[in-house]
């Protein structure tokens, strides 16, 4: 079956415009997880979801920062008034549900602030 | 605060070489350990460890979690190009409702033929 999608793969953007990153589960996957990689960095947890409860947002760095997960699938995060320290391959990972540790990953944003 | 620290953060190899990456981890109420294979932007899962001395293999890969040592070990036997990659390792910490993984930094496997 198809995995876990995202797009755009690549965008570049000029400082200070805000810029949405999208992904789409793997279907039925009710847990979806957002990460950040930044160049020569681990990757880093931002926000989780899980069905309609309350989203995990303890990693998410400023608040210029949201995400949103409508009918419980596609995944939308949005990074407002972009700076350069933002430039990042954001990555997208789906589990069947809550207490899943098996997290499959989709190809990613590479983000590009100049 | 928990932590991941993965050795060596960078290798080079022959083809046909055996390698082994390492992984230890600080993580409190620990559950279980994963190991990804990252080629270019998304890793993709190779092993989830739950039970100590218990190898898990697929093909040439093995890997083995050591609780007592709060390490874990991937080795790759004959190692060919295609091994080429960064490989992390990730215990899941539990947050808030969340299971997020919590990545080492990798190891950079390279393989020249």
């Known amino acids: 079956g198809a995995g876990v999608s995202q797009s755009p793969s690549n965008k570049v953007t000029e400082k200070g415009k805000d810029v949405e990153l999208r992904c789409d589960p793997i279907?039925?996957?009710?847990?979806l997880y957002w990460y950040r990689q930044s160049l020569g960095q681990g990757l880093e947890f931002l926000i989780y979801?899980?069905?309609?409860?309350?989203?995990?947002k303890s990693g998410l760095p400023s608040d210029r920062f949201s995400a949103e997960r409508t009918g419980g699938s596609v995944s939308t995060l949005t990074i407002q008034r972009t700076q350069q320290e933002d430039s990042a391959v954001y990555l997208c990972?789906?589990?069947?549900?809550?207490?899943?540790?098996?997290?499959?990953f989709g190809p990613g944003t590479r983000l590009t602030v100049t | 605060e928990d932590k991941v620290v993965q050795s060596p953060l960078s290798l080079v190899v022959h083809e046909g070489d055996t390698v082994t990456l390492n992984c230890s981890y600080e993580v409190t109420n620990f559950r279980s350990l994963l190991w990804y294979k990252q080629e270019k932007k998304a890793p993709t899962f190779l092993f989830m460890l739950?039970?100590?001395?218990i190898e898990k293999k697929s093909g040439r890969l093995s890997s083995i979690l050591d609780k007592k040592e709060l390490s874990s070990i991937l080795n790759i036997t004959a190692t060919q190009t295609g091994d080429s990659a960064i490989y992390l390792c990730?215990?899941?910490?539990?947050?808030?409702?969340?299971?997020?993984?919590?990545f080492g930094k990798g190891t950079k496997l390279s393989v020249i033929p």
């Open positions: 990972a789906s589990t069947v549900g809550p207490n899943s540790y098996e997290q499959y």
């Open positions: 739950t039970s100590s001395g």
């Open positions: 979801f899980q069905g309609n409860s309350a989203p995990d």
């Open positions: 279907s039925g996957h009710t847990a």
């Open positions: 990730a215990p899941p910490m539990h947050g808030a409702g969340s299971y997020q993984l919590t």
